[in-house]
Every structure is written in structure tokens, then in C-alpha cells.
């Protein structure tokens, strides 16, 4: 009996476990299949979604930047394809160990190794780090035949900013470069491995309007992250095209003039519509360095250069205007009401208490009136004129006529230069004015300091009597190469409020400087029919004449480190009985603007009227630049 009641104790607590058992594995099928159904009915297009999500990616494509092209259309910045190699911290579980895999493959410098690094601790994981850009054919190909033992790596297809013009259109376009942590915004185009912006120049100025706006692709990856394939792609909208005033030919021959120095500058400008044809400033350097990635050792050579090439001297250099400032103390003289015919005598030197002011030519110029003053460049007459005028009325007339002030051209780090009066010394230096200052700065020394761009405005406006406003840029076109130039309208100008009868004598000086014999520029004229010049030159000392050397002989240019020698200018217009075109032109230390700025302005007036832009667009000569002896 008792093995029986064992036998049925056994049974039942069997039974009741598999009761138990069974429960268990049906409350857990119950759950599973709830799950089940949640996840499969309730919330499939949830995860479907999801697993989509995770099986394609969207990536952002940068927008083709807009091209810039020159009057006539000739691309001066466009762009190129571009192969790089591209780096994904999140799929590379070993960043250093892939680069050192990658660096068997391609060479990576420390300084690309160490920035790759920090940019991809400082990037959200998913975004990809340029690694190298440039690859060649054989390069792309290895690293793809290794891919399998690359993770995270990826060939990309790009395109690079190219400048075919290099040096000579430097200083107008600038040049574009990798966005900087600093320049990071909210738009996530600068995020995108390569992107560059306008960091100078044009580029700079236009930088959004020449970006476009993004397109986007959808990519199929697998479970690594590696691209299948491309599922779908829109592209982006290109940035608009750039069109400039320059003359590119112009430019080139203008560069190649200037290169003959070791630092110079010269602006030509359409005196109708105040178009830039021209604008260089040498020693300048290659952009393109920029676009393909300028290393630590050429960015040095750069900023160390005594010749200042990043330096813009056309709207950044500031300089004395020497004489060519005395055109405008004619005007202002004029004004005054002082006589062109009175005259004045010089012997090579006057007094002012105790101080002693020389003429420039040792042995005096002799007895002078206004047009003979400004022909021979006599400083006597003006240190006389500048007595009776007053530093008020000459420094109202410098700023009249566009010094002192930028003139607000598409370019960044325009200079407003000085144009010293009494409020100005006050403030900057905290002395009262001095008579003397009113004389040296009758002469364009002293306090005054232009930009050589504000020279060729001076010029543009002595020669229409406008307000003349150079521009740099014509417009933009929505398409490339097509369709009319958008918001470009003829500029008109507002009149200067002097009186023609004293513009005229002004230029009866100006022509007399060129075109008459023992004019300073005599030996520099034109002497094409039709095509002759106007102008003034200007030389500009840069050292203190000591007594000592005055009573020994003061010394020539030549004998002097270059560092000391005298600018060398000339502001000029032509043709000079109907001017078209002006220019204005500085050699820093380059001696007198005689013998070196004048030879310069001649042959570039030269070729602007051989080339003629303004006919070859169509537009004819306006009379009211017609300009009529007195």
C-alpha cells in the first residue's frame, strides 16, 4: 500500500509540474505572439520605416559654384573635377590603424594625419572627413582594390575651384579655401567634406550668391554602412554666374607691365560707367594653392613676405599722392577765386618763419602761373597757393573728389585712406594744425595718404566732371552662359558741382604735362593721332632730406636701398580731347613717376584703346566727355 500511495504522490506532483510547465511556455508563446503582432501588425509601418531609414541614407551634394567670367565672358574661375579620399569615423572602429593602412596606399602628411583626426573627433560620427583630395587615376584605383581592408574609407567625385588666369587675376577674384570651426553656421553645406568658401576677393564679396543651394542623394548601404548603390539623386541648384567689368586680356598685359617691378599697382577704369577694366597689384600669388590645399610652409612664405603679395595695393596700399594731389589744390585755388594767370616766382626754395620749403628741381622753375605750375610740377607755386586757400577749402575738395573715403567697390579691405583737416589732427594726434602742414600737404605729403583706386577715381572725375563710382561688378546671370545680365543698369553719374570753365584749365595742365615740351611727362606721350593722353606725375618721398645732405647734394634713387627710394606715380586719361579711359599707376619705391609710372600708364592706355572694350560691347562714346580746350 505504501509503495501505491508513493507511486500516486509521484504522479500527482509530475502532473502538476507539467501543468506548471505547460502555463509557463503558453503564457510565454501568449507573449511572444503579442509581441509578434505588435511589432508586425500594430507598428509595421513604424518600423518599416525605420529599416528603410537604416537601409538608405541621404547625403547632401554640394552645388557646382558659380563660374565668374569677364566682360566678354571668358571664365576667370570655374571649376574641375575633383577625386578625394574620404574618411566615416563611426565605420572605422580603428581610425589610427586605417590610416596607417591608407598611408601603404597614398601619402598622408603628419599635418593631414593630425588634422584628419581632430576633425573626426570634432564631427559627428556619421560625417565624412577629407582625408586627401587630387587623386590620380592609379590612386583611386588602389584604394578601391583594397577597400575591403579600408573601413570607412570611400572615394568621393568632386569639383575644385580652378583659376586659369593664376597670378594676374588674383587680386580681384581672392580665392576660396576649407570652411574654418569659426565659419561653421547652421547651414549644413559646410559640413560637407571639401566645401570651400570665398575667403578673399570676389569670391569672398559674392561668396552665397556664387554657393547654390544643395541637391541630395539617396544611397542603399548594408548592414556595414559600405555604399551598394545609388537609388536615387537630385541635384542641386548651381551658384549663380559672376559677370565682372575686367577686360581679362587687359589684365594680363596690365600684370605683365607691372611685373617688371618688385611692387606696383594700376587700375584702369571706363571713365563713362566707372567699369574696372583692370586691376592688378604685383608681387601677387597663385590661387589655385588655395583650392588644392596650401600647406603650413607656402602659408608662411606668404604672411613673412616683405613684398606684402596678400596685400591688395590697390584698395588696401596707402600712399602719398605726391604731386598729383596738386590738381586738386588748383581746383580748390580756382575756387577760391585766385586767378590761373597770376604767377609766381620760384627760386627752388621758400621760408615760412624759420623753416625752409624746397622745390623739387634745386635751382627753381623760374616765374609760373596755374597751367605752367602744374606742367613743370613746381612745389613753389602750390606751397604759395596752399597759403592763400587754406588746408578748409583743399581737404573739402580732396573729399569732393573721392579721397579720404572708399569708394565701396566689391572688394573687401578697401582702405578709406586720410585727408588730414584740423578736426582730424585734433582728434588722432591732439595738436592744432600748422600752417606748414597746409603747404606740405599742398604738394601731396605730409599727413595725406590715398589709395591708388581713389587716384583713378580722382582722375575719372577730373576728366567727366561726374561723380564717378568704379564698379567691379556687372551682374549675375541665373544660367550659365545664357540670358541677359541680371540687375545691370547704366550708372548715372551726379555732377561734380565745379565749374567747367575751371575743369577745363585743370585739363589744359594736364595735357600740357604730356604733350608740350619740357612737360614732366613730355618724353612719355602718346604719339599715336587721336589717341594721346593727358596726365600728372607724382613722386612720393618716403625719407627725411637732412640739411646735411641738401647742402651736399641730396641723393639719387638709385643710390639708396629700395626701401627709401621715392613712389613712382601717374594718374592719366585718354584720348585727351575725348576721354574714354583713365588709369592710375604706382610703383612703390620705384623713383620718379616720370621715368617709371608714366612709361607704364602710356602703354596701358595704349592697349585699352587698341582693344577698345566699350566698342567691342556696343557701346558708343558719349559726347559729354568731349573735352574743349580754354
Avoid at 559674392?206 to 543651394?213: C, E, I, K, Y
Avoid at 622753375?365 to 605750375?373: E, L, N, Q, S
Amino acid at each position: 500500500m505504501a509503495g501505491a500511495r508513493d507511486d500516486h504522490s509521484r504522479y500527482r506532483a509530475f502532473t502538476r509540474r507539467a501543468l506548471l510547465l505547460g502555463a509557463g511556455q503558453g503564457l510565454l508563446l501568449t507573449a511572444l505572439t503579442g509581441r509578434m503582432y505588435y511589432l508586425q501588425i500594430l507598428e509595421r509601418d513604424r518600423y518599416a520605416t525605420l529599416a528603410e531609414d537604416n537601409r538608405i541614407n541621404l547625403r547632401l551634394l554640394a552645388p557646382p559654384r558659380g563660374r565668374i567670367i569677364d566682360r566678354f565672358g571668358l571664365p576667370i574661375a570655374d571649376n574641375m573635377q575633383n577625386y578625394r579620399v574620404l574618411l566615416v569615423r563611426e565605420q572605422s572602429p580603428d581610425l589610427e590603424r586605417t590610416l596607417d593602412d591608407l598611408q601603404k596606399i597614398i601619402e598622408i602628411s603628419d599635418y593631414d594625419r593630425a588634422r584628419v583626426l581632430r576633425e573626426a573627433k570634432g564631427k559627428r560620427g556619421f560625417v565624412p572627413v577629407t582625408v586627401r583630395e587630387n587623386l590620380t587615376w592609379q590612386q583611386v584605383s588602389q584604394i578601391e582594390v583594397n577597400a575591403p581592408d579600408l573601413p570607412g574609407v570611400s572615394i568621393d567625385v568632386g569639383q575644385i575651384r580652378r583659376y586659369p588666369f593664376a597670378d594676374p587675376m588674383t587680386h580681384v577674384l581672392g580665392y576660396v579655401a576649407a570652411v574654418s570651426e569659426d565659419e561653421l553656421t547652421d547651414d549644413p553645406l559646410l559640413e560637407l567634406p571639401g566645401f570651400r568658401i570665398g575667403k578673399n576677393g570676389i569670391e569672398r564679396q559674392h561668396d552665397l550668391a556664387l554657393r547654390g543651394t544643395a541637391g541630395s542623394s539617396q544611397i542603399e548601404v548594408n548592414a556595414l554602412g559600405r555604399v551598394i548603390r545609388e537609388i536615387n539623386r537630385e541635384e542641386g541648384d548651381p551658384g549663380q554666374e559672376l559677370v565682372l567689368t575686367i577686360d581679362a586680356g587687359l589684365q594680363l598685359f596690365v600684370h605683365e607691365q607691372l611685373s617688371q617691378h618688385k611692387s606696383a599697382t594700376c587700375i584702369v577704369m571706363d571713365i563713362e560707367n566707372g567699369d574696372i577694366l583692370a586691376l592688378s597689384s604685383v608681387p601677387s600669388y597663385d590661387p589655385n594653392v588655395f583650392s588644392l590645399g596650401i600647406s603650413a610652409r607656402q602659408w608662411t612664405q606668404l604672411v613673412n613676405d616683405p613684398l606684402s603679395p596678400l596685400t591688395n595695393k590697390a584698395v588696401a596700399g596707402l600712399y602719398a599722392p605726391g604731386s598729383t594731389f596738386k590738381l586738386l589744390v588748383a581746383l580748390a585755388a580756382l575756387e577760391a577765386g585766385i586767378s590761373p594767370n597770376e604767377t609766381t616766382y620760384c627760386s627752388g626754395m621758400t621760408k615760412l618763419g624759420n623753416a625752409r620749403f624746397h622745390c623739387w628741381k634745386k635751382h627753381g622753375h623760374g616765374t609760373k602761373d596755374m597751367i605752367g605750375a602744374i606742367k613743370h610740377s613746381c612745389d613753389i607755386y602750390f606751397y604759395e597757393m596752399s597759403k592763400r586757400v587754406g588746408i578748409d577749402r583743399i581737404s573739402e575738395m580732396a573729399t569732393r573728389f573721392g579721397l579720404g573715403e572708399v569708394a565701396g567697390i566689391d572688394l573687401p579691405g578697401e582702405s578709406p585712406g586720410v585727408v588730414p583737416t584740423r578736426e582730424w589732427k585734433l582728434g588722432a594726434i591732439g595738436e592744432p594744425w600748422q600752417l606748414g602742414e597746409t603747404l606740405v600737404t599742398a604738394i601731396g605729403q605730409g599727413f595725406i595718404l590715398t589709395t591708388p583706386l581713389q587716384l583713378a577715381t580722382m582722375t575719372a572725375r577730373l576728366a567727366t566732371g561726374k561723380k564717378v563710382v568704379p564698379r567691379l561688378t556687372r551682374g549675375f546671370r541665373e544660367v550659365e552662359g545664357q540670358g541677359p545680365v541680371i540687375g545691370e543698369t547704366a550708372p548715372v553719374f551726379e555732377d561734380m558741382a565745379v565749374s567747367p570753365a575751371h575743369l577745363k584749365i585743370v585739363h589744359r595742365a594736364m595735357d600740357a604735362v604730356v604733350n608740350e615740351t619740357r612737360g614732366t611727362a613730355y618724353w612719355r606721350r602718346i604719339q599715336q593721332e587721336g589717341w594721346e593722353m593727358a596726365g600728372k606725375t607724382g613722386t612720393s618721398q618716403v625719407r627725411r632730406i637732412t640739411k646735411a645732405e641738401r647742402e651736399a647734394g641730396v641723393k639719387k634713387n638709385e643710390e639708396l636701398p629700395w626701401r627709401f627710394r621715392d613712389h613712382a606715380l601717374f594718374v592719366a586719361y585718354a584720348p585727351v580731347h575725348k576721354p574714354r579711359y583713365c588709369c592710375a599707376v604706382l610703383v612703390q619705391h620705384g623713383g620718379g613717376g616720370s621715368k617709371v609710372a608714366a612709361p607704364i600708364a602710356r602703354d596701358v592706355l595704349i592697349e585699352v584703346q587698341r582693344r577698345d572694350p566699350a566698342a567691342a560691347l556696343g557701346i558708343p562714346l558719349a559726347d559729354a566727355g568731349t573735352v574743349t580746350e580754354s
